[in-house]
């Protein structure tokens, strides 16, 4: 299991308390299983996400983690139109209007409370199951904030992926102190 091209951004946070924090993020997970029959694995369950660390928090200090969704959509109309002297066109509506959407991956939104101090976990996948012997997750555009934590924070990837024979491999990326 490996995680690559991970970014960790601290930007100013827009209500410009001294007691929050804004990062973006960006990421790639990949996961391969070898051995004699890797290729017939099912049932694998891997989880990414966040350690979000901090000295001592307030009471209602919380951390929001905002996953980007990705939707697609049209219509079904068709337009003719023809131009028969400049500036002088003709044209026909041949479709109903109708638009249609729909979402491939859904926007997330996690709410995690912190605890009075130390360490929070906030997974932006969580079991996502899959069967073979490799899967590969990329995201970007991952915002999150921290709000109510008192002394310097510190975000630090994650991943972490189970069998179904329970065995268990996770990799941490580098910390990053917001």
């Known amino acids: 299991m490996a995680q690559a091209d991970t970014s960790i951004q601290m ?5 410009s308390s001294p007691l929050s924090v804004e990062f973006f993020a960006d990421g790639t997970t ?3 299983i070898t051995g004699y029959e890797a290729a017939q694995a099912a049932g694998t369950k891997l ?8 000295p001592a928090a307030l009471p209602g200090a919380v951390a929001h983690v905002i ?3 990705l939707t697609v959509g049209g219509d079904n109309s068709a337009n003719l139109g023809v131009e028969l002297i400049p500036d002088l066109a003709v044209g026909v509506d041949l479709g109903t209007g109708n638009a249609w959407e729909a979402s491939l991956v859904p926007e997330q939104e996690l709410e995690v409370e912190l605890a009075p101090g130390g360490i929070t976990d906030a997974p932006i996948i969580e079991e996502h199951t899959f069967d073979g012997d490799s899967t590969t997750v ?3 555009g991952i915002r999150g904030s921290v709000s109510g934590a008192i002394g310097p924070v510190t975000i630090r990837p994650y991943a972490k992926a189970v069998t179904s024979s ?3 491999a996770i990799t941490y990326g580098k910390p990053v102190r917001l």
């Open 30 to 32: 990949s996961v391969r």
């Open 47 to 54: 989880t990414v996400g966040y350690q979000i660390g901090y």
């Open 11 to 15: 930007y100013p946070p827009l209500d």
């Open 138 to 140: 990329r995201f970007a």
């Open 67 to 69: 996953t980007p969704g």
């Open 166 to 168: 329970n065995d268990v």
